[in-house]
């Protein structure tokens, strides 16, 4: 089986964000994805050549956000919109914060990890995913991409948990 490559990105300057990033990086390189992160050293443009040949070297684009969008993560989505051209493999999900100025252009997830159950939030991204596929994702990808998404929002409902 072809495993997946999954870009995982961050807003700079969250250091939850990125320390969430270079966690699912690790567990999912663990269990047979090909990750990438941005490449954001050395005072770079907005988006770096670098990342954006490794976002468009990858089948997925996810962000975990807990703060607005910047402006780097906001250029890096529209990256991505045009090379995949699906927005269903495109997928950001929000915990408490929302911000739509990028257009319709990849999944949105809302939730609040601290009212909502794991298995609630995952329910609610694959179905979001599932309404906004423009090509069918085989079921064994599927669910492995849901698996890693289960790991992602339950790091993102620890931090809820432990930062009350």
Same mark, same amino acid.
């Given at each position: ?37 941005? #490449? /954001? ?6 988006? !770096?050549?670098? %990342? =954006?040949?490794? +976002?468009? &070297? ?36 929000? #915990? /408490? ?6 257009? !319709?252009?990849? %999944? =949105?997830?809302? +939730?609040? &990890? ?45 931090? !809820?948990?432990?930062?009350?």
């Amino acid at each position: 089986m072809n495993s997946s490559t999954i870009f995982v990105t961050y807003n700079p300057r969250n250091d939850f964000e990125q320390t969430l990033a270079i966690r699912l990086q690790t567990l999912g390189a663990v269990h047979g994805f090909d990750m990438l992160l941005p #490449d /954001r050293f050395g005072g770079k443009p907005l988006v !770096s050549q670098e %990342t =954006e040949y490794r +976002i468009k &070297s990858a089948d997925y684009f996810v962000l975990f956000s807990t703060s607005p969008l910047t402006p780097t993560v906001q250029e890096e989505i529209k990256v991505a919109y045009q090379h995949l051209k699906d927005k269903s493999r495109i997928i950001i999900v929000y #915990d /408490r914060v929302k911000n739509l100025h990028h257009g !319709s252009n990849c %999944t =949105e997830v809302y +939730i609040d &990890s601290s009212k909502s159950t794991a298995q609630e939030i995952l329910q609610q991204t694959i179905s979001s995913i599932q309404q906004n596929q423009a090509q069918k994702i085989k079921k064994d990808a599927q669910n492995a991409l849901g698996a890693f998404l289960l790991i992602g929002l339950g790091l993102l409902a620890l931090n !809820s948990a432990t930062s009350k």
